[in-house]
């Protein structure tokens, strides 16, 4: 099966307590679509300007990603985003953000791209992931969102998840989606919102998918060394749609597996600046991580330990 | 096997966004044996004032909960614990705390006392806890400490550490003592102070649990009403200690259902104020979290799903 994404592919200057880096390849799109290329045929849809280079689309290239529809922009320059971590990792400050051939972006899917069975919306304007949305008819949409469209395009965004199957969203947005603090109740009020199931990242602290019949949490896998938090979120949506896509399955316990081999990506992810670490993963380092969550998370039944005397209670 | 704890018992005032309530019975040793009291025989080491009443005794003696040794001061007054929590539910502020009768405690163990198989030292001056410490030679000894004490009497904790099989302990404290902010890392570094086994509470996150060779990590059981937290550490370790006491087991197995057990006796806990919970909780209601934990944290293994044209690469 394939997955069509629509995001974006840009240019990051990053900074964190470990290093930094000028104008490395980054974008939704682009860490969306080489996770998801693991697993199966990823095509996307995106627009980039002059300075994406032959360099850049050799990261597409091997990873046999199609970019038959990224639409290059003569005379223009590439979306440019320029932030920095502190310690807590889990919070980017944005320095600078110039949007470029993004800011009149408008998707233009072709014939093959409207036959994709997978669909991920990464975080742009709700009126444009709709306008996607509705030229194709795919077995799965997912879609990510962001502070600024929950508070300031809160009316698109509402239409948009009507047409949403997944909404893979961070907890503060989930939260602010819901205005609703406490996660179980915001779930609840989202699921009323379009999506069958929400898909929350909560960073180090792993991950919980909710349904209307079924709730599931798993930690993060843990790391000595997280170099740059770019992307997390997009590897773990690529992981996830990935591995949906490969094995066409949507049941409880293939969505269980997606969201860890979405976690295993996201956690290679970051480990190094920009897209380095995935570029030189293996197959075999994915699953000996799959296999490391299960091991970290596993433990026995319940053995019903009582103390003596109430037996007789 | 019987467990000896050591600790406050306490009168707490305590307010949430939810409701507040004045001096109503607290402390981390009384927390701890009502929780642990599910699982195995417990005797508490203590200090109580005037203020400790026969409707305070009740809750022990309904739990069966031997309080020998807890000492009454005449004349004086019971710690007592003003505090309040905002709707970030993790973060206590201390508006007021009056020692009373906690200022000059000295542990007093009879003879019973010191034939403990288990032993808890709850939150006290790191001193104190070597000092009880000293006077048995259980199975296994467990520790709590605090912020206040890392900082201000690190030679002692350290010293006090040195006997310490099992540190309880949440996610700033682990960070904060071993000078690092990296768990994982921080982890490491406390492993070579003493404990065997380090286990790190994270409140909504839920908790993981480091040893040399392994690595254990669970999110915490989802609550749609936290009604007050206080208390929640301490259960969890009764929880814990409860069940390592109740099996006479220490292996990993073993070890990591006692951090469901003590999940699910924190999860209790803080749905309702002060200990009322705990006091009418039955076995059926314990057995059925832990089932539901295992549930929602369960998933196949790894079918390693790989993309069809990789397969020649």
Redesign the interface.
């Known amino acids: 099966m394939s997955i069509l994404v629509v995001g974006s592919v840009a240019f990051d200057s990053v900074k964190t307590p470990f290093g930094e880096r000028e104008h490395i390849l980054g974008g939704a799109a682009m860490y969306f679509s080489v996770a998801a ?5 990823v095509r996307l849809v995106g627009v980039v300007g002059d300075d994406f280079s032959a360099e850049h689309e050799a990261v597409f290239k091997e990873r ?1 990603i199609d970019i038959s529809d990224l639409e290059r922009v003569k005379g223009q320059r590439s979306f440019h985003w320029k932030g920095e971590y502190g ?1 807590d990792l889990n919070v980017a400050r944005t320095l600078d953000t110039q949007l470029n051939v993004f800011a009149d972006f408008k998707p233009k899917l072709s014939n093959v791209a409207r036959q994709a069975n997978y669909l991920f919306l990464a975080n742009i304007q709700p009126a444009l992931q709709r306008e996607v949305r509705q030229q194709l008819n795919p077995r799965i949409v997912a879609a990510d969102t962001m502070n600024y469209w929950i508070e300031n395009d809160r009316k698109e965004l509402l239409e948009t998840l009507k047409g949403v199957d997944l909404l893979i969203i961070n907890e503060a947005e989930a939260r602010e989606l819901a205005g609703e ?5 915001a779930s609840r009020r989202i699921l009323t919102m379009g999506p069958s199931r929400l898909i929350v990242k ?1 960073g180090e ?2 991950a ?1 998918m909710f349904s209307d019949s079924s ?5 993060a896998y ?5 170099f740059d938090p770019t992307g997390a979120g997009d590897s773990f949506a690529g992981g996830l749609m ?2 949906l896509a ?2 066409n399955a949507s049941d409880e ?1 293939a969505m ?2 997606a ?3 979405g976690s295993v990506m996201a956690s290679f992810n970051v480990e190094e600046f920009g897209v380095d670490r995935l570029r030189r993963l293996s ?1 075999e380092e994915i ?1 000996e991580r ?2 490391t969550i ?1 091991e ?12 003596s ?2 037996a007789g209670d």
Chains 1, 2 share one sequence.
Not at 215 to 219: D, E, G
Not at 296 to 307: V, Y
């Open positions: 290329s693991f697993f199966a045929d046999r310690f603090a406490n996660l179980l109740k909560r602290y792993g919980v709730y599931f949490a798993i930690p843990p790391l000595e060394d997280v990935g591995y490969a094995t316990a269980r597996r969201v860890i081999y197959h699953d799959f296999k299960k970290m998370t596993h433990f026995g039944d319940s053995d019903a330990p009582r103390r005397f109430l």
